[in-house]
């Protein structure tokens, strides 16, 4: 007589969204049905845009104490990420149109503290458009650590600050979003290395948890052209609270409005740094690119 031996394996499954803003795309977990151990792995796992998924990153949406709901992020390498402003637009489509809340103001806990979303939905369909949020502070300058970590006490602030690399010298106007991005100036973005170029500023001594950086192109006083270097990622086609940076720099040097339209390789999104509320706001949409199944 033959024996058979049968085995039962069980079978997890992780069911994901894949949304972007302005061509920010990333992976959004719903940890109130789903179950993660490791962010830092899945999330260089499935960013992996020849082996995985592809995207920007990973954003988990949790329960939070203090707010509305808990965003939480990680980039393409693992490392975890403070904020991310078009991340949180896509967060209040998510929670909105997926039916975990009723709310169109919506408070949003991140590791760079409370956000507010502003939903604008569709009455004939119940669809969230644009996403106003209120980024928060854009900090300059520092006389503490608690006021800003991500560069070099000694330095104070850096505002058009020189800095040599090899043969060619960059200014760069540093501005804590409740993330660092270091903003430069310059002409003809479009042709320049920008992996090269964006990879050493990332790494400079200045930034002892590394940067994202912009590289901003004046169209006029109302309009910028910038591109995205973000640090854990490389370029992306945009990048929500570096396009509120770039406007924030190019205001505090003259350079535009502290209202102003930014256009990404991604799309345009709005800016508005009401320097008397010390509060910056950025508008834009937010899209479902499709579900799947891990």
Known sequence: MRITQVFFATILIMRFEKMHAAGNDYIYVNLFEEKVDDFASLSRQLSNRNFGVGSDGLVLIGPSDIGDFFMHMFNADGSEGMMCGNAARCVG???????????????????SGLKHLSLKVNKHNNKVGLVKV?????VLYSDSKDDNEF???SLNRMIDYPVQ???HKYRITFVSMGNPHAVIF???ISNMDIKNIGCKIEHLEHFPERTNVEFVEVVSSKQLNVRVWERGSGETLACGSGACAAVVAGAVTGRCKPKASVKLKGGTLEVDWDKNADRVYLTGDAQFVFKGEL
């Open 93 to 111: 489509k998510y929670v909105y149109e997926r039916g975990l809340t009723n709310k169109t103001e919506i408070e949003l806990e991140t590791r």
């Open 165 to 167: 690399l090899e043969e």
């Open 134 to 138: 209120n980024m928060g502070r854009a």
């Open 186 to 188: 310059m002409n003809d």
């Open 151 to 153: 560069f070099q006490l």
